[in-house]
């Protein structure tokens, strides 16, 4: 009899031979950063825990990255990067028992729904199950619009694991899928999110094994290195346990859980010994939620630095404000970071309450207080903020606050189907000023400036907000793209409209602050000005050999 694990899972009866499939990416002009699939690393890594066999499949690899092929919605033009669906399809072994694609973002729709189709043309038998933030966000419209089988709302290793072991899909938290046959078949939503591990310690490392890790090391997914520098993207925690509007983390239900700073550290060491590794790129949401554990990577990184070895880190996400410290400040640096991301979002409180900013009134003194700690520290700053944002609900214990509430009178909005709740006005022309002058404040002190545009991605609380206020510039969201650059934002861009800030609002206002400061965005430039179509790419290739 097989024993039966902590997570209530016991080694298969019938191990499966598991293709994962990374989706192919959207860009506006060009690819602006790639990543080395963590999340298909886990889900494989813990599927080989009992016993499956995985295959991987990403389409950006081998000069995948520069195969540009154009798309469009009834809104919107960008582009799809990466090799095309009949190559990814000549990839999957035949022997393949299911197949698993991450979809990373709202838009891989554009990219997934005509690769699960030509994946179903081929090969129609093999049950094809789709995880990612679109099958967390938008479970119904995945399978609605392509034919997969399975979709995963949430973290995927426990529920991918129990659908290869065969539980049944009605008991499995978080899926949604097509049951029933003829006119009696209807998409089942399981009220549940998935199951997430209690102790993520539990994973094993993320398929080093079976992704193209010689291939993966030769870049930063986002950039914040040099020519010569060999990057390992790593998460030393998962999740956040803030509420921040704007942010898609509360939708996925994520606790904030840490891997154990002796697991970080050997994974990072294995790294170095087996592929020359001199570049940490740590992915966490939430890095430094606890100091204690922070400090203790860093030390390992800068004592590794001080015995001679050139090792680096960067922060991609940014840094929480509210959990640095001087000290911190002078160790990332020891540690071998360049630059760090402040996300101060905006320079106006008012706004930053609307977002359900942790500490919103204190926020602006401590990133001023923080800022400098950095720059003392001799780091590079750079500080994301978010133009355009409409409004949202403050934190709830601000509901009853007669003193709040008389602070923000001139700026409270009534929805009509929720008399109850409390909705702040968000950016008017008033608060964009006051978030330049706190923007030229971070700029005197040596910081550069991240400016980005409000972005409604569907799940958040942004989004919900905007749909039920009527500020989407669209209501038919299906046809909407809402990541099509980081860097190139383009007029078309921005999806929010109100009464205060239209969309051509944000777009001036995001125009004006990259002509007014020195600007840096943590997007990664394709190595090539050239781009080709699949043949093109081929006949180059053959031409080389």
């Not at 081929?122 to 094809?128: A, E, S, Y």
């Not at 978080?174 to 997430?196: C, M, N, P, T």
């Not at 950095?374 to 601000?398: E, M, Q, T, W």
């Not at 039920?468 to 909407?480: A, I, K, P, T």
Request: with cysteine; glycine share 6%.
């Amino acid at each position: 009899m097989n024993a039966i694990k902590s997570d209530g899972l016991s080694m298969a009866l019938k191990p499966k031979n598991v293709t994962l499939i990374a989706c192919p990416w959207l860009f506006f002009n060009e690819v602006e950063f790639q990543s080395q699939q963590l999340g298909l690393g886990y889900v494989g890594a813990y599927a080989q825990k009992y016993g499956h066999r995985i295959t991987m499949i990403d389409p950006m690899i081998t000069g995948g990255h520069l195969i540009k092929m154009p798309v469009s919605t009834k809104f919107q033009e960008t582009n799809r990067f990466g090799h095309p669906d009949s190559w990814i399809v000549g990839q999957i072994p035949l022997d393949t028992d299911v197949i698993g694609i991450n979809a990373p973002f709202t838009d891989s729709r554009l990219a997934l729904y005509p690769l699960v189709k030509a994946i179903k043309e081929q090969l129609p038998n093999i049950p094809i199950v789709i995880g990612g933030i679109l099958a967390t966000t938008l479970p119904e419209q995945v399978l609605e619009e392509c034919p997969a089988d399975i979709v995963v709302k949430g973290e995927g290793e426990i529920a991918f694991a129990r659908i290869l072991n065969d539980t049944p899909l009605a008991d499995i938290p978080g899926l949604a899928y097509w049951d029933g046959e003829g006119s009696d078949r209807k998409i089942f939503v399981h009220e549940k999110r998935s199951e997430q591990l209690r102790t993520v310690d539990d994973i094993p490392p993320p398929g080093y094994d079976f992704r193209p890790m010689e291939e993966y090391v030769k870049w930063s997914p986002r950039g914040d290195c040099g020519e010569n520098e060999r990057t390992l993207s790593i998460i030393s925690s998962r999740g956040c346990p803030f509420t921040c509007s704007f942010c898609s983390i509360p939708e996925k239900g994520q606790l904030w859980r840490p891997f154990t700073p002796e697991r970080v550290l050997e994974e990072i060491k294995d790294a170095i010994d087996r592929w020359g590794v001199n570049h940490i790129e740590f992915e966490d949401d939430n890095f430094t939620l606890k100091e204690p554990r922070a400090l203790q990577v860093l030390e390992y990184l800068a004592e590794l630095r001080s015995g001679g070895y050139d090792i680096k880190c960067s922060f991609p996400n940014g840094i929480m404000i509210d959990k640095m410290s001087a000290a911190l400040a002078e160790l990332l640096k020891r540690a071998g970071s360049d630059i760090i991301y402040l996300p101060v979002e905006s320079g106006h409180t008012r706004v930053l309450h609307s977002m359900d900013k942790p500490e919103a009134d204190k926020h602006l003194e401590t990133t001023r207080r923080v800022a400098k700690w950095c720059v003392d520290a001799k780091l590079n700053v750079s500080c994301f903020f978010i133009v355009g944002y409409p409004g949202g609900r403050p934190n709830k214990r601000h509901f009853k606050d007669p003193a709040f509430l008389e602070q923000y009178k001139e700026y409270i909005l009534k929805h009509p189907d929720y008399p109850d709740e409390l909705f702040l006005r968000g950016e008017d022309e008033e608060a964009f000023e006051t978030t330049l002058k706190f923007a030229k404040e971070m700029e005197t002190l040596g910081a550069s400036i991240s400016p980005l545009i409000a972005t409604p991605y569907p799940g958040t609380e942004l989004y919900r907000v905007c749909k039920s206020f009527g500020w989407l510039n669209h209501e038919d969201d299906r046809e909407v793209l809402t990541t099509v650059s980081y860097a190139a934002i383009h007029p078309g861009s921005p999806q929010i409209n109100t009464p205060w800030c239209t969309t051509k609002d944000s777009y001036d206002r995001w125009q004006h602050m990259m002509g007014l400061f020195k600007t840096h965005h943590n997007v990664r430039k394709a190595d090539s000005d050239t781009f080709f179509t699949d043949a093109e790419l081929r006949k180059k290739q053959l031409a080389t050999k």
